[in-house]
């Protein structure tokens, strides 16, 4: 019989809600962002520029939801549109106030990264990514 409590799915998709739910408040109460637009950021930001193809691969999430992420993004002038190197589609680009923001809002990402992984050592979280990159893998087709 199936036990939610040990079924991997369930209890990834629990904790994957959990962060990023604690991620969302503080991103949006701080900085108005909802966690696929401050996705989209982080892509563009590491980027230097991304089409909406790469965004949608390098997020994992749907073609609209980056859509709508990227274009929230380029009304409150964060983001700007541009056309991508092979001159055929757009692609987005940080503007000077989207810097800006990525500037003041990874250094808090990363301070709640280690808040969340301050009870594992280094060793636990080398290993913890190790796992969850093995599992991505084996969850590919």
Do not use: H
């Not at 019989?1 to 962060?19: G, I, Q, T």
Request: hydrophobic share 50%; with cysteine.
């Amino acid at each position: 019989m199936l036990k939610l409590d040990s079924f991997l799915p369930y209890r990834l998709s629990v904790a994957s809600n959990a962060v990023s739910d604690r991620i969302a408040r503080a991103y949006r109460a701080r900085f108005g962002l909802r966690i696929p637009e401050w996705r989209v950021l982080a892509v563009t930001a590491e980027a230097g520029e991304a089409t909406q193809a790469d965004l949608v691969r390098r997020t994992a999430m749907d073609k609209m939801t980056v859509s709508r992420a990227a274009t929230a993004l380029v009304a409150r002038g964060l983001l700007a549109r541009s056309r991508a190197q092979d001159r055929r589609t757009l692609g987005v680009r940080l503007t000077p106030e989207g810097q800006a923001l990525y500037a003041e809002v990874a250094p808090l990402a990363l301070a709640m990264e280690a808040e969340l992984l301050a009870g594992f050592s280094a060793d636990d979280r080398a290993r913890l990514m190790a796992l969850l990159a093995r599992l991505e893998a084996c969850a590919r087709p």
